[in-house]
């Protein structure tokens, strides 16, 4: 646009052959500046001067309004161009400025280098007096527009800290410490009720060596940093005419704030501050301060600052969440663990136990063929070595058992069968469609079962029946009744499993006189 207001002068002046020379020589010399910014800028080039380019056009176009009239000079909207970029482009601080010098120098052209030997008074006054009114208008939502840009990446700064890995303490430190940076202050600091009636404070500082500290604050001290109450919050100064009260249900303020609220600001240590209350769901359960900043505040930034609370607490929230269900998650895969390490680990050690056992009552009674009870023994080490080896093999990998999950259990209780003698059978079709995790419990559940069968009870036979349908997923393990005994026992750790699963655990005696132990999971 430089290169093309340039460009147009150039050719209105060339329309006019009276003009004087050393206006031509000001235009090309312009037109070949403006030109050489062109070529730079569409290179990204980093001779590029973009902060202070909008100053230098101001001064290339005073030498032009001077030899083209002065202040009748048809060169003097050029001005407006400065004014826009420093106002769109740095804010309406350097808007401001640039308005204030384009005037001043317009004005002292026009008074030091007149065109004519008479100055026309009012067009003289008229032009600078428009130029600052309209500059000023710019500067303004050119400055709005900046801020506003400013704070969508602030949004989207906050918004990329939100990483559950990061934990919820470091999120919340590290966006508190961007909202300091964005409005350059000394510090911020959340209050707010924890669980219990006691206060947390929350401050986040460039003066501390951590950046950041979090205590537990008496209630009289509470009491003075939560004031006012909801839903007021306020700007405070110590010049009177930059406070501000805000009430955030009717987005009224007044500039009456009481000189009470100075007590927030000794017990600070603070100037001026920002304090806005923090909502959760609905309830007011703190106050958020910015304190110290260099930036003029008003009411609309305390409307961002809320704004920005309300869009990061469904993002703490989500974060709170992730941290509670990896915490579940983590606890429940150690009882897990220690269930199989029960289960598939310590078991086989305590039939060990017992065959070695007898073995040394047989030899105490004189009896010293354990050859083949020795041979038993070794082989079932060597089975129950395989199964460890299997199930630490299970622990590296993500072995899939929703198409393996029969054939494992026919394959264990083969074993199972051929180490007690208890005769074992399985009932199921071959095809179970579920999930390889919930698949490793049944399996679980299905040696456990059958361990409890062996330790329990001197039941001849055991029996497995899976049953599988569209919400649910069925288990029983039968055994014989002794002498038609009901039984009275509850298996606990089958119990653990079935409720981690969501599922219940039912034992009960059948028409068959068989103990039942029946586990029901939803699927």
């Given at each position: 646009?430089?290169?093309?207001?340039?460009?147009?002068?150039?050719?209105?002046?060339?329309?006019?052959?009276?003009?004087?020379?050393a206006m031509y020589v000001a235009l090309v010399l312009y037109t070949a500046y403006?030109?050489?910014?062109?070529?730079?800028?569409?290179?990204?080039?980093?001779?590029?001067?973009?902060?202070?380019?909008?100053?230098?056009?101001?001064?290339?176009?005073?030498?032009?309004?001077?030899?083209?009239?002065?202040?009748?000079?048809?060169?003097?909207?050029?001005?407006?161009?400065?004014?826009?970029?420093?106002?769109?482009?740095?804010?309406?601080?350097?808007?401001?400025?640039?308005?204030?010098?384009?005037?001043?120098?317009?004005?002292?052209?026009?008074?030091?280098?007149?065109?004519?030997?008479?100055?026309?008074?009012?067009?003289?006054?008229?032009?600078?007096?428009?130029?600052?009114?309209?500059?000023?208008?710019?500067?303004?939502?050119?400055?709005?527009?900046?801020?506003?840009?400013?704070?969508?990446?602030?949004?989207k700064d906050i918004s990329d800290f939100s990483v559950p890995r990061f934990g919820?303490?470091?999120?919340?430190?590290?966006?508190?410490?961007?909202?300091?940076?964005?409005?350059?202050?000394?510090?911020?600091?959340?209050?707010?009720?924890?669980?219990?009636?006691?206060?947390?404070?929350?401050?986040?500082?460039?003066?501390?060596?951590?950046?950041?500290?979090?205590?537990?604050?008496?209630?009289?001290?509470?009491?003075?940093?939560?004031?006012?109450?909801?839903?007021?919050?306020?700007?405070?100064?110590?010049?009177?005419?930059?406070?501000?009260?805000?009430?955030?249900?009717?987005?009224?303020?007044?500039?009456?704030?009481?000189?009470?609220?100075?007590?927030?600001?000794?017990?600070?240590?603070?100037?001026?501050?920002?304090?806005?209350?923090?909502?959760?769901?609905?309830?007011?359960?703190?106050?958020?301060?910015?304190?110290?900043?260099?930036?003029?505040?008003?009411?609309?930034?305390?409307?961002?600052?809320?704004?920005?609370?309300?869009?990061?607490t469904p993002v703490l929230d989500n974060i709170r969440l992730v941290d509670r269900?990896?915490?579940?998650?983590?606890?429940?895969?150690?009882?897990?663990?220690?269930?199989?390490?029960?289960?598939?680990?310590?078991?086989?050690?305590?039939?060990?136990?017992?065959?070695?056992?007898?073995?040394?009552?047989?030899?105490?009674?004189?009896?010293?063929?354990?050859?083949?009870?020795?041979?038993?023994?070794?082989?079932?080490?060597?089975?129950?070595?395989?199964?460890?080896?299997?199930?630490?093999?299970?622990?590296?990998?993500?072995?899939?058992?929703?198409?393996?999950?029969?054939?494992?259990?026919?394959?264990?209780?083969?074993?199972?069968?051929?180490?007690?003698?208890?005769?074992?059978?399985?009932?199921?079709?071959?095809?179970?469609?579920?999930?390889?995790?919930?698949?490793?419990?049944?399996?679980?559940?299905?040696?456990?079962?059958?361990?409890?069968?062996?330790?329990?009870?001197?039941?001849?036979?055991?029996?497995?029946?899976?049953?599988?349908?569209?919400?649910?997923?069925?288990?029983?393990?039968?055994?014989?009744?002794?002498?038609?005994?009901?039984?009275?026992?509850?298996?606990?750790?089958?119990?653990?499993?079935?409720?981690?699963?969501?599922?219940?655990?039912?034992?009960?005696?059948?028409?068959?006189?068989?103990?039942?132990?029946?586990?029901?999971?939803?699927?």
């Open positions: 646009m430089r290169l093309v207001l340039a460009s147009a002068g150039l050719f209105v002046i060339m329309l006019d052959t009276t003009r004087p020379t403006s030109f050489v910014i062109y070529v730079l800028s569409i290179r990204r080039s980093a001779l590029l001067p973009q902060r202070i380019l909008h100053w230098l056009d101001l001064l290339l176009y005073m030498p032009l309004i001077a030899v083209t009239g002065s202040s009748n000079s048809m060169f003097f909207f050029f001005l407006f161009f400065s004014i826009l970029v420093a106002a769109f482009g740095w804010g309406f601080i350097e808007g401001v400025r640039m308005t204030l010098a384009a005037a001043s120098l317009f004005t002292i052209v026009g008074v030091v280098v007149p065109a004519e030997q008479t100055i026309e008074l009012s067009r003289f006054l008229l032009r600078p007096t428009s130029l600052l009114a309209l500059g000023y208008m710019i500067a303004h939502w050119g400055g709005f527009e900046v801020k506003l840009k400013s704070r969508l990446g602030l949004l919820l303490d470091p999120t919340v430190n590290r966006m508190m410490d961007r909202l300091r940076h964005f409005y350059k202050a000394d510090s911020c600091l959340a209050v707010v009720q924890i669980p219990g009636g006691t206060f947390q404070l929350r401050k986040v500082s460039a003066a501390t060596a951590s950046g950041w500290v979090v205590k537990t604050i008496p209630n009289q001290m509470a009491a003075i940093l939560l004031s006012p109450s909801p839903p007021a919050a306020l700007i405070f100064h110590k010049r009177k005419s930059k406070r501000l009260i805000y009430d955030v249900k009717t987005s009224l303020s007044s500039r009456d704030v009481p000189s009470s609220f100075a007590a927030i600001g000794n017990t600070l240590e603070a100037q001026q501050f920002m304090s806005v209350p923090i909502y959760y769901q609905g309830q007011a359960v703190g106050r958020f301060y910015v304190i110290g900043s260099t930036q003029t505040m008003d009411d609309s930034d305390i409307g961002f600052v809320l704004q920005l609370i309300e869009h990061v269900l990896a915490s579940e998650a983590a606890e429940y895969e150690r009882q897990r663990i220690a269930r199989d390490i029960h289960d598939g680990i310590i078991q086989p050690y305590i039939g060990l136990q017992l065959g070695l056992a007898a073995i040394r009552q047989k030899i105490e009674r004189g009896d010293n063929d354990v050859g083949h009870d020795v041979k038993e023994l070794t082989a079932m080490t060597v089975t129950e070595i395989e199964e460890l080896r299997h199930y630490i093999r299970g622990l590296k990998t993500s072995e899939r058992y929703d198409t393996m999950l029969v054939p494992a259990i026919r394959r264990f209780a083969a074993k199972f069968a051929a180490a007690t003698g208890i005769i074992v059978d399985v009932k199921a079709t071959e095809e179970i469609g579920i999930k390889d995790r919930l698949a490793a419990e049944i399996f679980q559940m299905v040696t456990e079962g059958f361990s409890n069968i062996r330790r329990h009870t001197h039941s001849p036979r055991a029996e497995a029946e899976l049953d599988y349908g569209q919400d649910f997923f069925v288990l029983n393990i039968k055994n014989e009744n002794e002498n038609g005994k009901r039984p009275v026992f509850h298996p606990r750790s089958l119990a653990e499993r079935a409720a981690a699963l969501g599922g219940q655990l039912e034992v009960y005696t059948d028409e068959e006189n068989q103990t039942v132990v029946s586990i029901r999971i939803p699927l």
